[in-house]
């Protein structure tokens, strides 16, 4: 028998995402951003975002069958992101995705994003060595693994026993995502909007020891020990750094120094190394802790260069393979969520009907 032929639809933040698989084979992954939108407000604002789903959902949909060769009748399954998300935007998909199943018969599947960016993981692409840093060549995804999801709305570190039924949050930020603190120092330098990609490039030329900003949650108190976790040994807050490059600017501003002769590079460089710091240390021990020997990475954050870099080295030093996935499949898009969809197929899981709501905080 043929591999379950699988649509998988994407709509939680700002893309709107069909994908089509057959099986771990990529055959489709039509993306529509609405970023563009969100620009001159500094952030996404979930009313147009709905409102951009809604008018991308059948022309994105109609690409990604051209593309895939396939039409609806050819489908053996459709699966949709039922949450965590942004309300509205969740339930054009899935509103969109019911209406589909209904209208072909097909079975459909409510799945958790989070988990979805995990499942992109055993598409054929993603393995195989190419796409990943540290070039492991391995076929198949381990059944037991951890993942680091790191985005603008969300992250997490994840305890993957077994990826359709099995899965379980080790720690999370506890404030900012880091993605959304990018964005905020973003702002804080006047370098633009999205943050991540402006900071990442003025970084590049900066010293990131020239200012030594706090790694948070990384006391003794919250971390504990081994034997005797923190409460918050795992989780991880960005706020506290935000506030720190904020104070560090106003103290140049206090000073006098006049706006084009404030060391932005080294600050962006600085707090870059931060994050990258902070978010490999905790997500190595949670692995190594749990017994963890393979790390996915996923998230729009996954573009970091010094993120990637510096989780390539502690990885490798501790002994732990890594998977990347190439950066469109780590952003938020619908080839995951089809992805997620045919191994749940794969695996006899029951579709969930035609029931279920949208949960915008749908736990994992
Ligand atoms: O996964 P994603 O496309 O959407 C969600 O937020 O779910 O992630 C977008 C986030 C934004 O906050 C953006 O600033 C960040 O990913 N980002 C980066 C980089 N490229 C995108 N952050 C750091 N470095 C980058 N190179
Ligand atoms: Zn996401």
Redesign the pocket.
Known sequence: PTAPLVLGIES????TGFGIVRGTELLANAVASSMEEHVRFGG?IPEIAARAHLEEFVPTLQQALVTAGVTLADLDAIAVTSGP?LAGALMVGVAGAKALSLATGKPLYGINHLVA?VGVGVLDEVLGGEASVVGNNRATLPASLGALL?????TEILRVNRLTSDVELLGSTIDD????A??KV?RLLGAG?????V???LAQTGDPTAFRFPRGLSAPKFVGTAEEPGKHRHDWSFSGLKTAVARCVEQFEAAGVPDEEIPTADIAASF?EA?ADVITSKAVRACQEHGLDHLLL??????????RGLLAERCAAAGIELTVPP?RL???NGAMVAALGAQLMADGVEPSGLDFAADPGQPV
């Open positions: 939680s933040c700002d893309e996404v998300g960016h790191v985005s603008g709305g969300h995502a880091a993605g959304e990018y964005d973003a909007y999205p943050g991540g990609p900071i990442d490039r870059q994050v996923g998230g729009g954050v996954a573009a970091n260069s010094r993120l950066v780590c952003t938020d």
